[in-house]
């Protein structure tokens, strides 16, 4: 037998073209004769538009159109809301260019396509737009609170969704709980910052009507389907590709942006190809965010430390529109009670508009901060009640036998229940604080103290629910000339290593090797049955979705053997590409069986003359193909969940509150997480470390920033601080393997997981260092230097 | 984020450049174009004419002479931090490098490009000042120097007038009994500083502080002399209480406001921070010297 | 929508801009190209020449994803005129392997040690680290110099542990450490 792929550190087959320099990124792709647009975008956080001048634009030599909304005839409109939810009244989703009313800074007012970029750049500059200013408010709270300015004038409280759930009876728990704990927690904007900006080209084909779109995001059948409906045009003349991309971390799934259908629209009206490439002060104005919370969370516990009940209330900024609907706020609310039993909860949010950048999901989605609510609130349950932070916990955990534990009343952000599906909670608890040195780090602590050196610890745990609905689908085919395997999906990868995991699942079933499994994915024209890459789904979904079918194709390919090796299909056995007769050196490549699967007329090569009509092993008494029977070795098959499955995880730090600084140093940080069986370890950990690298950003480095005008005052990478090499620490990461019980491979999602602990234990750390120097509770994360000084009440 | 259109020239001699200079009052130099052509990127620059000085003979040279470190405007950050004589008689130098930006930048980046730009958080304009150092510049009507003193007027703003060209910068050898000291902290390593501090100090044999000169960056709108924490340690003996004492003093000059990356107060905790280390540590290298 | 029927505005070949001439070497092999003074080093390379390898991150000089190789040291092509380069010699990522198939000697410590994932930003850690494999400096491996080689290049996918790593096994491979 060929050695098992599923599990093994297989490297990536995209590497080599990647490392050098090979990768075809939209921008990569040569596209002659191409114009390039550029945006005119709004100044203002809220304004009017009196007029727009774009005459001086439209005479510059190289502008080709300039379009403002009134060139867009049908394009002028309010664009889709992509997840509807009863919750929201009369949702606002703003329209391709601003008509009227602009909604932040940032806008798009006007596009100008010109013979290169530099001269789009030159003509948008010279498009003169008249604004009316109006007042804003920023501040979230202030937001919602009476008077205060609208952003939409259909919203005056500035309230786009108020939606509570309920699971158990919090009202009887709270009644008899003997202790609460109550705290505000924050966590502030961020972006996701890929290092691709985004980007969409088009190029429309006026002899056969077809639209090609090549567009850097995480959803091409999503934007297929909806370039589709809005230019009237029939699915198959629409193609959209995602190439290479670089990045997206949620950025990339949310559609139509506003370009997304200018572009195609420029391609078509102009006849020539157009392509817009973001540039990074577009993507910090233009391209969506998310992360600002405030929840005000209460924790009715038992003397003991058992939390009876939960209550939590919280404000989720929304940005100007609400495109992508409640999503982010729902995965907060339905995550909210972690890893912990508490039966009884309430949780209400109010999704609130305010005139910044729109907020749809950012890798870890509500995550980071829901789990910073309970968890700091954890910690100070802890304290208020002198239990140790870890003790807490462990009296709270989902027990191993509990599994699955359902949260009755909540609905996920796919419409199904919350049921936490397995896990060893306890072990991984255990695990982190064995490797951190958690009993050993009073001592230490307290050395270092003695030095003057402030050391701290902290820990976090989360719960992560993954794999959402609905489906994906698979499309398995053995080519006949190579014997290559080609996979179709309806995915798209931004770096996640899909060709490689999904390359071991197949190879598994068929005996070929990793390299000769060849993904095909992220093109409309070469599979469009699918969702889209995000929410840690695709291993879930997709895998098993491939899983299903690469085993069809596997009793194909054996039943297939069998007839051509004259031998029962028990004694067929697949590996090295070949079908072997077990236990003899007899086989049978699977090109050849995959040409004899076929029935021909022609004969091209060797294999084909098995299966042309006057060959020895073919019929003569009826039609070549059975009225069930398929052509070739190939099969389709799709995977829809019954709901999400839960992956987990806990992290440890230990770190140093530099006391001239006042930087935070990460001396240890332990990760420990289950992601069910995993495909590919060397890739998982990838996936967390990358995580936890965004975590640690969230949590000490990146905000974004608004001044009281609603000016974003580090839309930019010197400002806004992504870490780089040297702000980064070396983490331990260490590996449950619980499986799900909810798909054929055992598996759960793992891409968002490293972000979404990082805050809280980072924060319970630097707290654990500070508190003997009078320092007070941190419950607001990014933690700078500035924010501990204030905090230590010495500013 | 393209740049606007402008015209391209390539100077082949310092007087060529001024007169470009002197024809087009949106001209400006182009020589490393670390910051220039970011800006311009941003469209936040848009000169009408750059005038790129790298191809001056003689203007990328590194002369050390009795006076000091004499550096050439087409001079790279990397050039002059990796340069060993410069080294010898300034170590504050190649201390300070390190803290500018990252090899790539430095790499293309030019020194005395960056003391035009003076930018209120860089490192260079800082170790000029605590030097007492200058720089030359050629004009239509004829040459000048401008020491450091006068040469920072506000962010981004030198007493370099638009029509005269910065042909070199003289960084002076630090005393051979002289002990120096640089510390900056940034959030990033590589980004501007929120604070940087950079000290002489020299010691008689009794370890008592007979001069001690101390300067700053990221706390003003220009890099500045710490002229009160100075006054404290003057005749004072070098140790723990004078150098906490300096630092109180020096967080007395910070008077820059609130920003995205630090408070004004959080400036004026690691100002004084900084400075106690640095005094502290050139302090130590002092006394060494005069042991 | 009938496109068909829309009228074909005329459509200028390209810009205004007035144009220099540029001579340099890149990869070994002598270009010439006539090109606007404002064009970016960073658009010469991916866009004129066709060397696509070389990607742009942010055009301010932060991310050092299009860091490329002027006269033998790191440089970043989008804070660099195509106008300065005239008469240097460039390398791209293009450059560093051997023939078609393989791989240089960091590129294959990148695959070994999975550092790199979306691929974006790679192209110009390889260059930022040929820089310092190619100098005579000794290399200093420990993890803060190693992290200090890569300092100036943002990755937003790996958190860069795999890339001290692949620093690490390069060294390994090519006998420096």
Same mark, same amino acid.
């Given at each position: 037998?060929?050695?098992?792929? *599923?599990?093994?550190?297989? =490297?990536?087959?995209?590497?080599?073209?990647?490392?050098?320099?090979?990768?075809? *990124?939209?921008?990569?792709?040569?596209?002659?004769?191409?114009?390039?647009?550029?945006?005119?975008?709004?100044?203002?956080?809220?304004?009017?538009?009196?007029?727009?001048?774009?005459?001086?634009?439209?005479?510059?030599?190289?502008?080709?159109?300039?379009?403002?909304?009134?060139?867009?005839?049908?394009?002028?409109?309010?664009?889709?809301?992509?997840?509807?939810?009863?919750?929201?009244?009369?949702?606002?989703?703003?329209?391709?260019?601003?008509?009227?009313?602009?909604?932040?800074?940032? =806008?798009?007012?006007?596009?100008?396509?010109?013979?290169?970029?530099?001269?789009?750049?030159?003509?948008a500059l010279a498009i003169d737009v008249d604004y009316d200013q109006l007042a804003v408010e920023l501040d979230l709270e202030r937001a919602v609170a009476p008077g205060a300015p609208a952003v939409h004038t259909t919203h005056p409280d500035n309230v786009a969704a108020d939606f509570t759930q309920v699971s158990g009876d919090p009202e009887t728990a709270m009644a008899a709980a003997q202790h609460v704990t109550r705290i505000r927690v924050q966590v502030d904007r961020s972006t996701a910052a890929p290092m691709e900006c985004r980007t969409v080209a088009a190029?429309?084909?006026?002899?056969?009507?077809?639209?090609?779109?090549?567009?850097?995001?995480?959803? &091409?059948?999503?934007?297929?389907?909806?370039?589709?409906?809005?230019?009237?045009?029939?699915?198959?003349?629409?193609?959209?590709?995602?190439?290479?991309?670089?990045?997206? *971390?949620?950025?990339?799934?949310?559609? &139509?942006?506003?370009?997304?259908?200018?572009? &195609? %629209?420029?391609?078509?009206?102009?006849?020539? &190809?157009?392509?817009?490439?973001?540039?990074?002060?577009?993507? %910090?104005?233009?391209?969506?965010?998310?992360?600002?919370?405030?929840?005000?969370?209460?924790?009715?516990?038992?003397?003991?430390?058992?939390? $009876?009940?939960?209550?939590?209330? %919280?404000?989720?900024?929304?940005?100007? %529109?609400?495109?992508?609907?409640?999503?982010?706020?729902?995965?907060?609310?339905?995550?909210?009670?972690?890893?912990?039993?508490?039966?009884?909860?309430?949780?209400?949010?109010?999704?609130?508009?305010?005139?910044?950048?729109?907020?749809?999901?950012?890798?870890?989605?509500?995550?980071?901060?829901?789990?910073?609510?309970?968890?700091?609130?954890?910690?100070?349950?802890?304290?208020?009640?002198?239990?140790?932070?870890?003790?807490?916990?462990?009296?709270?955990?989902?027990?191993?036998?509990?599994?699955?534990?359902?949260?009755?009343? $909540?609905?996920?952000?796919?419409?199904?229940?919350?049921?936490?599906?397995?896990?060893?909670?306890?072990?991984?608890?255990?695990?982190?604080?064995?490797?951190?040195?958690?009993?050993? *780090?009073?001592?230490?602590?307290?050395a270092a103290r003695a030095e003057g050196r402030d050391l701290g610890i902290g820990l976090a745990f989360y719960v992560e629910g993954t794999g959402l609905g609905p489906y994906e689908g698979g499309h398995v085919r053995i080519h006949p000339i190579t014997g290559k395997v080609y996979v179709n999906t309806g995915l798209t990868a931004q770096g996640q290593g899909h060709d490689t995991v999904f390359a071991q699942i197949v190879a598994d079933q068929l005996g070929v090797p990793v390299t000769d499994v060849i993904l095909v994915q992220g093109d409309t024209a070469a599979y469009d049955w699918g969702v889209a890459t995000f929410a840690s789904r695709a291993a879930v979904v997709s895998g098993n979705a491939i899983h299903k079918t690469a085993a069809l194709v596997r009793d194909k390919t054996v039943r297939a053997a069998a007839n051509m090796l004259e031998v029962q299909e028990a004694d067929v056995e697949l590996r090295d590409g070949h079908a072997w007769v077990a236990g003899t050196d007899r086989k049978v490549p699977l090109a050849a069986i995959a040409t004899a699967s076929n029935p021909l007329r022609y004969a091209f090569n060797e294999a084909a003359q098995a299966a042309t009509q006057f060959a020895p092993a073919s019929r003569h008494d009826g039609p070549a193909l059975q009225d069930d029977q398929h052509p070739g070795l190939e099969a389709a098959a799709y995977f829809s969940p019954e709901c999400a499955t839960w992956a987990y995880g806990v992290h440890a730090a230990v770190i140093e509150v530099d006391r001239a600084t006042l930087q935070v140093k990460i001396h240890r940080y332990v990760c420990v997480h289950d992601c069910g069986n995993m495909i590919n370890p060397t890739l998982v950990e990838g996936q967390v470390m990358g995580g936890l690298a965004q975590g640690i950003g969230g949590a000490l480095y990146e905000r974004i920033e608004y001044d009281a005008e609603g000016n974003p005052t580090n839309a930019n990478f010197v400002d806004f601080l992504i870490p780089y090499a040297t702000e980064i620490p070396d983490v331990e990461i260490a590996h449950l393997e619980t499986p799900s019980p909810l798909n054929p491979l055992g598996v759960k999602g793992v891409g968002e997981a490293g972000c979404i602990a990082v805050g809280p234990t980072i924060a319970a750390a630097v707290e654990d260092a500070l508190r003997h120097r009078g320092g007070g509770r941190f419950d607001a994360v990014p933690i700078t230097p500035s924010a501990i000084l204030e905090n230590l009440g010495t500013a | 984020m393209k740049p606007a259109l402008f015209e391209y020239h390539r100077a082949a001699s310092v007087a060529q450049a001024v007169d470009l200079l002197a024809e087009d009052p949106g001209a400006m130099i182009?020589?490393?174009?670390?910051?220039?052509?970011?800006?311009?990127?941003?469209?936040?620059?848009?000169?009408?004419?750059?005038?790129?000085?790298?191809?001056?003979?003689?203007?990328?040279?590194?002369?050390?002479?009795?006076?000091?470190?004499?550096?050439?405007?087409?001079?790279?950050?990397?050039?002059?931090?990796?340069?060993?004589?410069?080294?010898?008689?300034?170590?504050?130098?190649?201390?300070?490098?390190?803290?500018?930006?990252?090899?790539?930048?430095?790499?293309?980046?030019?020194?005395?490009?960056?003391?035009?730009?003076?930018?209120?958080?860089?490192?260079?304009p800082l170790v000029l000042l605590l030097c007492d150092g200058w720089v030359e510049l050629e004009g239509p009507g004829g040459n000048r120097r401008i020491p450091a003193e006068q040469f920072f007027r506000m962010h981004l703003t030198t007493a370099r007038a638009s029509d005269e060209l910065a042909t070199r910068a003289v960084f002076p050898a630090l005393p051979p009994d002289a002990g120096w000291a640089f510390a900056e902290f940034a959030r990033r390593k590589g980004d501007y500083a929120i604070a940087a501090v950079g000290a002489i100090v020299q010691c008689d044999a009794g370890g008592r502080i007979t001069r001690a000169r101390l300067a700053a960056c990221g706390i003003s709108s220009k890099p500045v002399r710490l002229g009160r924490a100075e006054a404290a340690l003057a005749g004072g003996t070098a140790d723990a209480t004078a150098a906490a004492e300096a630092g109180r003093a020096a967080a007395t000059h910070v008077d820059a406001a609130d920003d995205s990356i630090a408070t004004a107060a959080y400036r004026r905790h690691l100002v004084a921070a900084l400075t106690e280390r640095v005094v502290a540590e050139a302090a130590a290298r002092a006394r060494r010297g005069t042991e | 929508m009938n496109a068909r029927a829309l009228p074909r505005p005329q459509i200028p070949v390209n810009s205004a801009d007035p144009r220099h001439a540029v001579t340099l070497t890149v990869n070994g092999v002598e270009v010439s190209r006539e090109v606007s003074p404002r064009m970016l080093l960073s658009d010469f390379i991916r866009h004129e020449l066709g060397l696509t390898g070389t990607h742009v991150g942010c055009e301010h000089g932060v991310c050092g994803a299009c860091t490329v190789l002027i006269d033998g040291v790191s440089a970043r092509s989008c804070l660099t005129l195509a106008v300065q380069a005239d008469g240097a010699e460039l390398r791209t990522v293009e450059a560093l392997a051997d023939g078609d198939a393989g791989l240089s000697v960091l590129q294959q410590a990148f695959a070994e040690s999975h550092a790199l994932q979306c691929g974006y930003c790679t192209p110009g850690f390889l260059m930022a680290l040929t820089e310092h494999f190619e100098s005579g400096d000794p290399l200093d491996l420990s993890d803060e110099g190693i992290r200090e080689m890569i300092a100036g290049n943002l990755c937003r996918c790996t958190g860069y542990a795999n890339i001290v790593v692949a620093v690490r096994r390069a060294a390994e491979l090519s006998g420096r450490s």
């Open positions: 037998m060929s050695t098992r792929q *599923f599990g093994s550190r297989v =490297q990536r087959n995209i590497d080599p073209r990647l490392l050098r320099g090979e990768g075809a *990124f939209t921008d990569d792709i040569p596209l002659p004769g191409a114009l390039h647009a550029a945006f005119v975008r709004s100044p203002f956080a809220r304004a009017r538009i009196l007029s727009i001048d774009t005459a001086a634009a439209r005479a510059m030599p190289g502008v080709v159109a300039v379009y403002t909304c009134d060139d867009i005839g049908h394009l002028d409109q309010a664009l889709p809301l992509l997840i509807p939810h009863p919750s929201m009244r009369d949702a606002r989703t703003q329209r391709p260019l601003a008509r009227d009313d602009v909604h932040y800074v940032g =806008q798009a007012v006007a596009m100008v396509v010109a013979a290169d970029r530099y001269v789009a750049e030159d003509a190029r429309f084909d006026a002899a056969s009507g077809e639209l090609v779109v090549w567009d850097g995001t995480q959803a &091409p059948i999503g934007v297929r389907g909806g370039l589709a409906s809005i230019f009237g045009l029939d699915e198959h003349k629409v193609r959209v590709i995602a190439p290479d991309v670089g990045g997206g *971390f949620g950025q990339k799934v949310m559609f &139509p942006y506003p370009d997304e259908l200018l572009v &195609p %629209f420029a391609a078509i009206e102009i006849g020539r &190809p157009v392509k817009y490439i973001e540039d990074r002060r577009e993507n %910090f104005i233009g391209s969506n965010q998310e992360r600002t919370q405030i929840h005000w969370i209460e924790l009715h516990a038992t003397k003991n430390g058992e939390v $009876l009940a939960l209550k939590d209330e %919280f404000l989720h900024d929304t940005g100007a %529109f609400i495109p992508y609907g409640i999503a982010v706020a729902q995965v907060a609310s339905t995550s909210i009670a972690g890893p912990y039993r508490i039966p009884n909860i309430e949780v209400r949010f109010r999704a609130v508009y305010t005139p910044t950048v729109p907020v749809t999901p950012y890798r870890g989605c509500g995550r980071p901060q829901s789990c910073f609510a309970i968890e700091r609130a954890m910690d100070k349950l802890a304290d208020e009640l002198g239990i140790d932070r870890r003790e807490i916990r462990r009296r709270n955990l989902i027990a191993d036998d509990e599994f699955p534990w359902a949260r009755e009343g $909540l609905l996920f952000a796919d419409g199904l229940r919350v049921s936490l599906d397995s896990g060893q909670y306890h072990k991984a608890l255990d695990l982190v604080c064995d490797r951190i040195g958690w009993d050993g *780090f009073a001592a230490e602590q307290a | 182009l020589a490393g174009g670390q910051s220039l052509v970011a800006a311009m990127n941003f469209r936040l620059a848009a000169p009408s004419r750059l005038i790129d000085i790298t191809r001056i003979p003689d203007l990328d040279r590194i002369a050390v002479t009795a006076e000091g470190v004499a550096v050439g405007a087409a001079v790279r950050h990397r050039t002059l931090e990796r340069h060993d004589g410069a080294h010898a008689v300034n170590p504050l130098i190649r201390a300070a490098q390190a803290h500018v930006a990252h090899v790539p930048i430095r790499n293309r980046g030019t020194v005395v490009g960056s003391l035009c730009h003076a930018d209120a958080a860089a490192e260079m | -």
